[in-house]
C-alpha cells in the first residue's frame, strides 16, 4: 500500500513490479529510491502501451481517409493497419481513490499555489469536492451559472441545464 502510494499506481501494478525484479519485500521496510531507480531502468521511456499504439494507429486511419477524400491519394495506405490487443498490456489500472488518497488530493489541491485556467487551488479543491459528491463531469461543471445553484433549499441542488 505505501508504495503505491508512494508511486500513484494501483497496488496490483506493485505486485507486477516485484515479479518483474523490482527490489520490493512483501511485509517488510522497502527502499523507495532503490525502486524508482529500478523503475527508471526497467520502464523504458520510448516503448509505448498497446493502448496508445490503438490510438495512433486510429489516427493514421483517420488521416488517410481525409487524404483519400480530399483528393491526395488514390487510396488509404492505413486502411488495413492491424489494431493490438490493449487487454494484454495494462500500463495503469483505472481505480477509484480510497478515502485516504482523496484527502491528500484536496488537501495538497487546496494548498496549491498556482491558478490553474483561471481557477487557484482553493477553488479547484472545492471543484473536485462538487464533481465527487455529484458525479458531474467536467463539462457540466464548466457550464453552471449561479443561478443552477439553490443553496437555500432544506437540501441543497445543483441543476444543470440540458443541451
Not at 15 to 23: L, N
Request: aromatic share 8%; net charge positive.
Amino acid at each position: 500500500m505505501e508504495i503505491a502510494l508512494a508511486f500513484g499506481v494501483a497496488e496490483s501494478t506493485v505486485s507486477y513490479w516485484r515479479r518483474k525484479g523490482a527490489p520490493i519485500t512483501p511485509r517488510g521496510k522497502n527502499d523507495l529510491s532503490a525502486i524508482a531507480r529500478w523503475r527508471a531502468n526497467h520502464e523504458s521511456p520510448e516503448s509505448i502501451s498497446n493502448a496508445t499504439s490503438n490510438k495512433y494507429a486510429k489516427a493514421l486511419g483517420q488521416f488517410g481517409r481525409w487524404l483519400e477524400r480530399e483528393g491526395r491519394i488514390r487510396e488509404n495506405p492505413f486502411r488495413y493497419m492491424p489494431m493490438v490487443n490493449e487487454e494484454v498490456d495494462k500500463r495503469r489500472e483505472r481505480r477509484p481513490l480510497n478515502p485516504h488518497e482523496f484527502n491528500r488530493l484536496i488537501e495538497a489541491t487546496a494548498r496549491s499555489q498556482p491558478t490553474f485556467r483561471g481557477l487557484t487551488g482553493q477553488d479547484r479543491a472545492m471543484l473536485y469536492l462538487i464533481a465527487v459528491n455529484t458525479g458531474l463531469r467536467a463539462n457540466e461543471l464548466a457550464t453552471l451559472r449561479r443561478d443552477a445553484l439553490d443553496l437555500e433549499a432544506e437540501q441543497p441542488t445543483i441543476t444543470v441545464r440540458a443541451a
